[in-house]
């Protein structure tokens, strides 16, 4: 449900603006993830973020292909050293 209402704001900027690109973005140390007992005891946290950051993208796609659009994407993390491109 969350990223069918993302997406289609994704959508509604591609229409109204012609985005050619979108970032997605994630941060470390994040209190969502921690809420939900993530990353759990022994995973690596660089790894959940890249895995969310590329199956947001999938899905990103997914969405905009069945509505007739393509987009190039960019995927990032963030922490407080800095912002780091991940991915692709």
């Known amino acids: 449900i969350i990223i069918n209402f ?10 109204l ?3 050619p690109l979108v970032i997605l973005m994630v941060h470390r140390k994040c209190g969502a993830y921690e809420e939900l007992g993530l990353p759990a ?10 895995s969310d950051l ?10 905009l ?4 659009y ?5 995927r990032y ?3 407080f050293d800095g912002l780091w491109e991940v991915g692709q």
């Open 6 to 15: 993302l997406a289609g704001q994704v959508e509604k900027s591609i229409k």
């Open 17 to 19: 603006h012609r985005t």
């Open 41 to 50: 005891k022994g995973q690596d946290e660089t790894e959940l973020l890249m």
């Open 54 to 63: 590329e199956e947001a993208d999938i899905e990103l796609a997914g969405y």
């Open 65 to 68: 292909a069945k509505k007739g």
């Open 70 to 74: 393509r987009v190039k994407t960019k």
């Open 77 to 79: 993390i963030a922490d």
